[in-house]
């Protein structure tokens, strides 16, 4: 049975929620109604995601519905984002994180939709970044774009949606959005070096192998 969406456990997760919906606006990540967050609740059996219709920048307490890991709607809850099944879906295929965000970066989208793979200039791009998948467009809102994320998902923690936007998951919210931060300035820099037809040098290697060796 899912428990209320009110409980006192929720309190964390709901302040992380709204200070992270805040902050992709603020630093232009997504605009509008547009985006979706969500976070799993310390039971790992629930998870909190945006209503329908919430503009990140604007959350309060009551901007949150409350589902299961069956898809269940809490009794009473409000009616969740219609990305829903992304969320559902890249919890059911990654244990290890308790955080998942959606959201429409334009540059990452641009990049994508001239073909061009996002490159990793910068030591912060690889520490946070590693890998980036892009998935061909998908229908919005579909179980298909949700099953297609999900699989991404298992061999990485960003996901690039064409024409749509972005998926990024981590173990907590501050990861996610430095992950999301990351990956916008790391197109604009990729789009930057297109319109200048330079190839930046990236990361070396070597750099990955330490981060593995050192378990981050």
Not at 122 to 146: F, M, N, S
Request: glycine share 6%; proline share 4%.
């Amino acid at each position: 049975m899912v428990s209320e969406i009110n409980s006192p456990n929720s309190e964390s997760e709901i302040s992380s929620l709204i200070r992270i919906g805040k902050a992709v606006v603020d630093r232009g990540l997504v605009v509008g109604s547009g985006g979706n967050l969500s976070m799993l609740m310390k039971s790992g059996k629930e998870f909190l995601i945006t209503r329908t219709g919430s503009e990140l920048d604007q959350l309060d307490e009551s901007s949150f519905a409350l589902m299961d890991l069956d898809g269940n709607l809490a009794t009473g809850s409000a009616k969740p984002s219609s990305e829903y099944r992304v969320h559902l879906e890249s919890y059911r295929a990654r244990k290890d994180i308790n955080t998942c965000i959606h959201l429409h970066p334009q540059a990452s989208i641009f990049a994508a939709a001239i073909d061009e793979e996002i490159k990793l200039v910068t030591t912060d791009h690889l520490y946070y970044l590693r890998k980036i998948i892009r998935i061909p467009w998908i229908a919005p809102g579909t179980q298909e774009v949700a099953e297609a994320t999900a699989t991404a998902l298992k061999d990485c923690n960003v996901v690039i949606l064409e024409n749509h936007g972005c998926v990024v998951v981590a173990d907590n919210p501050r990861l996610a959005y430095s992950r999301a931060l990351n990956l916008e300035e790391a197109a604009e820099m990729t789009i930057r070096s297109a319109l200048l037809k330079v190839k930046p040098k990236l990361v070396p290697q070597e750099f990955e192998q330490y981060l593995k060796q050192q378990g981050l």
